[in-house]
């Protein structure tokens, strides 16, 4: 993100939606010390820390830290059960899978099945699992909506060519490198945003 495609053109770092701010607010909902963006038009998921608080505003101040290739949902998004969409809405990792194992792991139901060195190449899910939870009721908790119940990842694959254009079934896919990299660091309990 430091240079620019095009000459005479500065890049754009991502920053924190209002959106993000509003739904802290009406939820009642502290930040994390760690916060993730996923932004379902530019297949992004953007990773801030928090350093602190504005006085007057009472926001957390976040400065961004990386922006990752991602895979959202080939549905669209959407937010009911059976759908296949990826879910939109403040959320938070509520269980981590995956961790201690080498890159390439595959899980299901969250446990390690074997490898995808190991005939297993185009895995669904593979090297770490998030699972997230959503804390908007009637937007992506309770009911029919429920992110939750719905066993909504943010998590590795196989096949990673498919990142950077919509594929999954609904999770956000990353590649093994990059969701290695952070994983440990994110505790349960992070924030997650996912907009349109």
């Not at 957390?60 to 991602?70: G, Y």
């Not at 981590?96 to 969250?110: M, S």
Request: proline letters at 7%.
């Amino acid at each position: 993100m430091k240079g620019s495609a095009f000459p005479g053109t500065r890049a754009v770092r991502p920053r924190l939606p209002e959106a993000f701010f509003l739904a802290l607010r009406r939820r009642g909902v502290r930040p994390s010390r760690w916060l993730l963006t996923v932004s379902v038009a530019r297949q992004r998921v953007g990773l801030f820390e928090v350093i602190g608080v504005a006085t007057l505003s009472r926001r957390p101040v976040a400065v961004f830290t990386r922006e990752f290739l991602a895979s959202t949902s080939r549905h669209g998004v959407g937010q009911v059960r059976d759908s296949n969409r990826t879910p939109l809405g403040l959320h938070r990792i509520a269980v981590k899978a995956g961790g201690g194992w080498p890159p390439g792991v595959v899980l299901v139901n969250r446990k390690p099945i074997g490898f995808t060195w190991q005939g297993r190449p185009a895995a669904a899910i593979a090297h770490r699992v998030l699972w997230l939870e959503g804390l908007e009721p009637g937007l992506n908790r309770g009911g029919n909506v429920d992110t939750y119940d719905r066993f909504i990842y943010i998590h590795g694959v196989g096949d990673e060519t498919t990142l950077g254009r919509p594929c999954s079934r609904g999770c956000v896919h990353l590649a093994a490198a990059d969701l290695i990299l952070w994983y440990d660091r994110l505790p349960c309990g992070t924030l997650v945003w996912i907009e349109a």
